[in-house]
């Protein structure tokens, strides 16, 4: 009987690292997207360590959300309404990153956020809206709620990771901010479809290959490096000449006045 049990265990251990892998896997191709758009959320926040204590309390709130979603994932799969509030919120979000106004180079600009609660609910949400196509997808691979729900929790690490690379990389190229904004965009078609008719939905290399062009579009042009003369202007006076300015003239002409004795020994 325990050689059976011994049999079997290898077996199970072996498919249930299979499919925790497909699991992560899925999980991390999936967030890139919503690694991006929550990135651009966060830059309406100008204090760099405000955007991670925001993007670290908005992942927390959001892991809650997604916890839900896969304890109720059957159950949430059989209302519309869900998916239809999905693609209506990030329909919402984009439609008022592109309808803000420009700055004097013609970049978009999403609204500020002088507080952390007013960008936390606004993150947890996004990746609530992201995750009705993810999570759906993560039980249809496996029934096991405790492998989707790791799954989950390692999705969730990746998405922070990925997050703060975006973070960074968005002062780096110009239309990258734009190309995120056009992802969210899509994914919220693509609920928007599915509501009305599943057979409207493209399919899903479709998908991934139009999110990889905004992606491309999005890394096509750096931003100009700033110029080394801008850091020290070069009419500015230096630290010591500020320092002599300062001197009176007559302590300076006193310091450089030759002795009279070291003239005469010249001579």
Same mark, same amino acid.
């Given at each position: 009987?325990?050689?059976?049990?011994?049999?079997?265990?290898?077996?199970?251990?072996? !498919?249930?690292?299979?499919?925790?892998?497909? =699991?992560? $896997?899925?999980?991390?191709?999936?967030?890139? *997207?919503? $690694?991006?758009?929550?990135?651009?959320?966060?830059?309406?926040?100008?204090?760099?360590?405000?955007?991670?204590?925001?993007?670290? +309390?908005?992942?927390?709130? @959001?892991?809650?959300?997604? %916890?839900? =979603?896969?304890?109720?994932?059957?159950?949430?799969?059989?209302?519309?309404?869900?998916?239809?509030? #999905?693609?209506?919120?990030?329909?919402?979000?984009? @439609?008022?990153?592109?309808?803000?106004?420009?700055?004097?180079? /013609?970049? /978009?600009?999403?609204?500020?956020?002088?507080?952390?609660?007013?960008?936390?609910?606004?993150?947890?949400?996004? !990746? +609530?809206?992201?995750? &009705?196509?993810?999570?759906?997808?993560?039980? $249809?691979?496996?029934?096991?709620?405790?492998?989707?729900?790791?799954?989950?929790?390692?999705?969730?690490?990746?998405?922070?990771? +990925? @997050? #703060?690379?975006?973070?960074?990389?968005?002062?780096?190229?110009? /239309?990258?901010?734009?190309?995120?904004?056009?992802?969210?965009?899509?994914?919220?078609?693509?609920?928007?479809?599915?509501?009305?008719?599943?057979?409207?939905?493209?399919?899903?290399?479709?998908?991934?290959?139009?999110?990889?062009?905004?992606? +491309?579009? #999005?890394?096509?042009?750096?931003?100009?490096?700033?110029?080394?003369? *801008?850091?020290?202007?070069?009419?500015?006076?230096?630290?010591?000449?500020?320092? &002599?300015?300062? %001197?009176?003239?007559?302590? %300076?002409?006193?310091?450089?006045?030759?002795?009279?004795?070291?003239?005469? *020994?010249?001579?």
């Amino acid at each position: 009987m325990l050689d059976r049990v011994l049999e079997v265990l290898p077996a199970i251990s072996i !498919d249930t690292l299979l499919t925790l892998g497909i =699991l992560v $896997a899925l999980e991390s191709i999936l967030s890139a *997207d919503n $690694a991006i758009a929550l990135a651009s959320l966060v830059q309406g926040i100008e204090n760099p360590k405000l955007q991670k204590q925001a993007l670290n +309390l908005g992942l927390v709130a @959001a892991f809650v959300l997604r %916890v839900g =979603l896969i304890f109720t994932a059957t159950w949430v799969i059989k209302f519309w309404q869900f998916e239809l509030a #999905g693609a209506a919120y990030l329909l919402w979000l984009s @439609a008022q990153y592109f309808s803000f106004k420009e700055d004097a180079e /013609h970049h /978009h600009h999403g609204p500020d956020y002088t507080s952390l609660w007013q960008i936390i609910p606004l993150l947890a949400f996004t !990746d +609530l809206a992201f995750s &009705l196509d993810s999570v759906t997808t993560a039980i $249809a691979v496996s029934e096991e709620r405790w492998l989707v729900l790791t799954g989950g929790v390692l999705g969730i690490i990746a998405l922070r990771f +990925l @997050a #703060g690379l975006f973070i960074q990389w968005l002062k780096e190229f110009t /239309h990258l901010q734009d190309a995120g904004y056009a992802t969210v965009t899509l994914v919220g078609l693509r609920l928007l479809l599915k509501v009305f008719d599943s057979q409207l939905v493209p399919p899903e290399w479709l998908m991934i290959s139009a999110i990889m062009i905004c992606f +491309l579009w #999005g890394f096509s042009k750096r931003e100009p490096a700033a110029d080394v003369t *801008d850091a020290v202007p070069i009419n500015q006076p230096s630290q010591l000449g500020e320092g &002599l300015a300062e %001197v009176p003239p007559l302590i %300076v002409e006193e310091t450089l006045k030759i002795p009279e004795s070291v003239t005469s *020994d010249q001579d």
